[in-house]
Protein backbone atom coordinates (compact mmCIF):
# COMPACT_ATOMS: atom_id res chain seq x y z
CA UNK A 1 0.00 0.00 0.00
CA UNK A 2 2.86 2.04 0.99
CA UNK A 3 4.67 1.93 -2.67
CA UNK A 4 1.46 2.42 -3.97
CA UNK A 5 0.54 6.03 -2.40
CA UNK A 6 4.33 6.68 -3.04
CA UNK A 7 4.11 5.93 -6.59
CA UNK A 8 0.52 7.92 -7.02
CA UNK A 9 2.08 11.08 -5.30
CA UNK A 10 4.84 10.50 -8.30
CA UNK A 11 2.25 10.42 -10.84
CA UNK A 12 0.48 13.47 -9.44
CA UNK A 13 3.50 15.38 -9.10
CA UNK A 14 4.51 14.74 -13.01
CA UNK A 15 1.26 16.01 -13.99
CA UNK A 16 1.43 19.22 -11.67
CA UNK A 17 4.74 19.80 -13.16
CA UNK A 18 3.59 19.20 -16.67
CA UNK A 19 0.14 21.60 -16.35
CA UNK A 20 2.60 24.28 -14.48
CA UNK A 21 4.74 24.34 -17.78
CA UNK A 22 1.78 23.66 -20.14
CA UNK A 23 0.07 26.66 -18.49
CA UNK A 24 2.87 28.66 -18.55
CA UNK A 25 3.48 28.27 -22.17
CA UNK A 26 0.16 29.63 -22.94
CA UNK A 27 0.31 32.04 -21.08
CA UNK A 28 3.88 33.82 -22.32
CA UNK A 29 2.57 33.02 -25.71
CA UNK A 30 -0.99 34.67 -25.17
CA UNK A 31 1.02 38.06 -23.39
CA UNK A 32 3.26 38.96 -25.87
CA UNK A 33 0.15 38.57 -28.97
CA UNK A 34 -1.75 40.56 -26.58
CA UNK A 35 1.02 43.53 -26.16
CA UNK A 36 1.61 43.05 -29.88
CA UNK A 37 -1.82 43.73 -30.95
CA UNK A 38 -1.67 47.34 -28.97
CA UNK A 39 1.70 48.06 -30.50
CA UNK A 40 1.79 51.75 -32.89
CA UNK A 41 -1.92 51.79 -33.28
CA UNK A 42 -2.75 54.27 -36.31
CA UNK A 43 -4.13 52.85 -40.02
CA UNK A 44 -6.09 50.50 -39.77
CA UNK A 45 -5.93 47.54 -42.68
CA UNK A 46 -9.06 45.15 -44.06
CA UNK A 47 -7.81 41.80 -43.27
CA UNK A 48 -5.31 39.88 -40.97
CA UNK A 49 -2.74 38.36 -42.22
CA UNK A 50 -2.90 34.82 -42.00
CA UNK A 51 0.85 33.85 -43.32
CA UNK A 52 3.23 35.75 -40.53
CA UNK A 53 4.90 33.69 -38.39
CA UNK A 54 6.97 34.27 -35.28
CA UNK A 55 8.98 32.66 -32.70
CA UNK A 56 7.81 32.57 -28.95
CA UNK A 57 11.01 32.60 -27.05
CA UNK A 58 13.88 35.09 -28.25
CA UNK A 59 17.30 34.94 -26.14
CA UNK A 60 20.67 36.96 -25.44
CA UNK A 61 22.46 35.83 -28.02
CA UNK A 62 20.79 33.71 -30.81
CA UNK A 63 18.70 36.59 -32.80
CA UNK A 64 15.31 35.22 -34.44
CA UNK A 65 13.67 35.29 -37.80
CA UNK A 66 10.03 36.46 -38.02
CA UNK A 67 9.03 35.68 -41.78
CA UNK A 68 5.18 36.02 -43.76
CA UNK A 69 4.31 34.37 -46.92
CA UNK A 70 3.28 37.21 -49.56
CA UNK A 71 1.45 35.54 -52.45
CA UNK A 72 -0.28 37.39 -55.33
CA UNK A 73 -3.42 35.83 -56.10
CA UNK A 74 -4.28 37.75 -59.15
CA UNK A 75 -4.01 37.21 -63.01
CA UNK A 76 -1.53 39.39 -63.14
CA UNK A 77 2.13 41.20 -62.46
CA UNK A 78 1.86 43.17 -59.65
CA UNK A 79 3.77 44.67 -56.46
CA UNK A 80 3.46 44.56 -52.78
CA UNK A 81 4.31 47.12 -50.08
CA UNK A 82 5.51 45.47 -46.78
CA UNK A 83 5.75 48.22 -44.32
CA UNK A 84 7.00 46.29 -40.48
CA UNK A 85 8.02 48.14 -37.45
CA UNK A 86 9.75 46.18 -34.52
CA UNK A 87 10.26 47.56 -30.95
CA UNK A 88 13.52 48.75 -30.32
CA UNK A 89 14.15 48.69 -26.32
CA UNK A 90 10.40 50.75 -25.66
CA UNK A 91 6.94 50.42 -26.25
CA UNK A 92 7.70 53.97 -28.36
CA UNK A 93 10.27 53.36 -30.38
CA UNK A 94 10.37 51.15 -32.91
CA UNK A 95 12.42 50.81 -36.67
CA UNK A 96 10.73 50.93 -39.97
CA UNK A 97 12.01 48.52 -42.83
CA UNK A 98 9.94 48.82 -45.75
CA UNK A 99 9.95 46.36 -49.07
CA UNK A 100 8.65 46.41 -52.28
CA UNK A 101 7.83 43.23 -53.55
CA UNK A 102 7.16 42.68 -57.75
CA UNK A 103 5.35 39.25 -57.66
CA UNK A 104 4.09 37.51 -60.87
CA UNK A 105 0.64 35.89 -61.32
CA UNK A 106 0.19 33.29 -58.45
CA UNK A 107 3.53 33.73 -57.28
CA UNK A 108 4.37 33.70 -54.00
CA UNK A 109 7.29 34.35 -52.03
CA UNK A 110 8.93 34.40 -48.05
CA UNK A 111 9.67 37.53 -46.21
CA UNK A 112 11.95 37.31 -43.10
CA UNK A 113 12.75 40.14 -40.67
CA UNK A 114 15.56 39.44 -38.14
CA UNK A 115 15.05 40.17 -34.41
CA UNK A 116 17.29 39.95 -31.57
CA UNK A 117 17.03 40.65 -27.72
CA UNK A 118 17.61 43.81 -27.74
CA UNK A 119 14.37 45.09 -29.64
CA UNK A 120 12.84 43.88 -26.59
CA UNK A 121 10.79 46.55 -24.85
CA UNK A 122 12.26 47.10 -21.41
CA UNK A 123 13.65 43.36 -22.23
CA UNK A 124 10.76 41.93 -22.19
CA UNK A 125 8.91 42.02 -25.65
CA UNK A 126 9.80 42.30 -29.03
CA UNK A 127 6.41 43.97 -30.39
CA UNK A 128 6.14 43.59 -34.17
CA UNK A 129 3.57 44.92 -37.04
CA UNK A 130 3.54 44.46 -40.32
CA UNK A 131 1.18 45.86 -43.02
CA UNK A 132 1.02 44.64 -46.63
CA UNK A 133 -0.49 46.88 -49.31
CA UNK A 134 -0.93 46.59 -53.24
CA UNK A 135 -2.02 44.03 -55.52
CA UNK A 136 -5.79 45.95 -56.13
CA UNK A 137 -8.61 44.25 -55.27
CA UNK A 138 -6.32 42.16 -52.46
CA UNK A 139 -7.18 43.68 -49.87
CA UNK A 140 -4.51 45.67 -47.53
CA UNK A 141 -3.24 43.21 -44.47
CA UNK A 142 -2.38 43.75 -41.55
CA UNK A 143 -0.44 41.46 -38.37
CA UNK A 144 1.35 42.01 -35.24
CA UNK A 145 3.12 39.36 -32.63
CA UNK A 146 4.97 39.56 -29.74
CA UNK A 147 7.97 37.35 -28.74
CA UNK A 148 9.19 37.02 -25.13
CA UNK A 149 12.63 37.65 -24.17
CA UNK A 150 14.41 34.93 -21.67
CA UNK A 151 17.94 35.96 -20.07
CA UNK A 152 19.22 32.36 -20.40
CA UNK A 153 22.28 33.20 -23.44
CA UNK A 154 23.56 29.63 -23.68
CA UNK A 155 19.77 27.82 -25.17
CA UNK A 156 17.87 29.76 -27.90
CA UNK A 157 14.25 30.23 -28.08
CA UNK A 158 13.44 27.79 -29.71
CA UNK A 159 14.62 25.23 -28.06
CA UNK A 160 13.71 26.52 -24.98
CA UNK A 161 10.25 26.43 -26.46
CA UNK A 162 10.36 22.80 -27.75
CA UNK A 163 11.92 21.74 -24.10
CA UNK A 164 8.85 23.32 -22.09
CA UNK A 165 6.64 22.34 -24.98
CA UNK A 166 7.87 18.60 -24.42
CA UNK A 167 7.87 18.77 -20.44
CA UNK A 168 4.30 20.01 -20.58
CA UNK A 169 2.71 17.32 -23.12
CA UNK A 170 4.79 14.24 -22.12
CA UNK A 171 3.87 14.97 -18.20
CA UNK A 172 0.23 15.93 -18.27
CA UNK A 173 -0.68 13.79 -21.28
CA UNK A 174 1.48 10.69 -19.58
CA UNK A 175 0.60 11.02 -16.07
CA UNK A 176 -3.27 10.83 -16.74
CA UNK A 177 -2.54 7.58 -19.32
CA UNK A 178 -0.73 6.17 -16.61
CA UNK A 179 -3.16 6.98 -14.22
CA UNK A 180 -6.03 5.57 -15.92
CA UNK A 181 -4.21 2.53 -16.65
CA UNK A 182 -3.24 1.82 -13.25
CA UNK A 183 -6.62 2.75 -11.79
CA UNK A 184 -9.24 0.32 -14.22
CA UNK A 185 -11.34 -0.04 -11.25
CA UNK A 186 -11.72 3.80 -9.72
CA UNK A 187 -14.29 5.01 -7.85
CA UNK A 188 -14.94 8.41 -5.85
CA UNK A 189 -12.16 10.76 -5.97
CA UNK A 190 -10.12 8.95 -8.16
CA UNK A 191 -12.75 9.12 -10.84
CA UNK A 192 -13.13 13.02 -10.60
CA UNK A 193 -9.42 13.36 -10.62
CA UNK A 194 -9.09 11.36 -14.08
CA UNK A 195 -12.01 13.79 -15.41
CA UNK A 196 -10.11 16.41 -14.08
CA UNK A 197 -7.00 15.22 -15.52
CA UNK A 198 -7.94 14.59 -18.68
CA UNK A 199 -10.20 18.16 -18.90
CA UNK A 200 -6.53 19.90 -18.18
CA UNK A 201 -4.75 17.97 -20.87
CA UNK A 202 -6.85 18.93 -23.38
CA UNK A 203 -7.30 22.75 -22.73
CA UNK A 204 -3.07 22.86 -22.45
CA UNK A 205 -3.44 21.07 -25.77
CA UNK A 206 -5.93 23.29 -27.88
CA UNK A 207 -4.08 26.53 -25.81
CA UNK A 208 -0.76 25.31 -26.87
CA UNK A 209 -2.06 25.46 -30.51
CA UNK A 210 -4.23 28.08 -30.67
CA UNK A 211 -1.68 30.10 -29.28
CA UNK A 212 1.02 29.33 -30.99
CA UNK A 213 -1.25 30.27 -34.07
CA UNK A 214 -1.49 33.61 -32.47
CA UNK A 215 -5.26 33.21 -31.89
CA UNK A 216 -4.48 34.86 -28.31
CA UNK A 217 -8.18 34.87 -27.54
CA UNK A 218 -8.91 31.33 -28.00
CA UNK A 219 -5.81 30.93 -25.68
CA UNK A 220 -7.17 32.94 -23.21
CA UNK A 221 -10.44 31.04 -23.08
CA UNK A 222 -7.89 27.67 -22.72
CA UNK A 223 -6.23 29.34 -19.82
CA UNK A 224 -9.98 30.20 -17.85
CA UNK A 225 -10.54 26.20 -18.45
CA UNK A 226 -7.29 25.53 -17.11
CA UNK A 227 -7.14 27.83 -13.78
CA UNK A 228 -11.33 27.10 -13.49
CA UNK A 229 -10.76 23.21 -13.58
CA UNK A 230 -7.79 23.99 -11.12
CA UNK A 231 -9.49 25.58 -8.98
CA UNK A 232 -12.81 23.17 -8.74
CA UNK A 233 -10.58 20.18 -8.59
CA UNK A 234 -8.70 21.50 -5.61
CA UNK A 235 -11.96 22.53 -3.96
CA UNK A 236 -13.74 19.06 -4.52
CA UNK A 237 -10.38 17.17 -2.63
CA UNK A 238 -10.32 19.82 0.04
CA UNK A 239 -13.87 19.11 0.86
CA UNK A 240 -13.39 15.58 0.45
CA UNK A 241 -10.64 15.79 3.17
CA UNK A 242 -12.78 17.86 5.71
Known amino acids: MTEMRRLRAIVLAVFAVGVLVGTTLIAITVWG ?7 NPGIQYDAHLRTLRCPVIITPNHPGTIHARIKNTLDRSTSMFLRARISEGYVTLFREEKLQLPLEPGEAQRVDWTINADDAAYDRLVLFKVGVTGGYP ?8 GVVRIGIPFLSGGLIYVIALVIGLAGSIGATVFWIRRNPGMLGTEVQLARAMVWLCGAIVVGIVVSFLGWWVLGILALVVVLMTIGVTIGY ?3 RAS
Do not use: G, M, V
Open 33 to 39: DLEASLF
Open 138 to 145: IPARQATC
Open 237 to 239: LAS
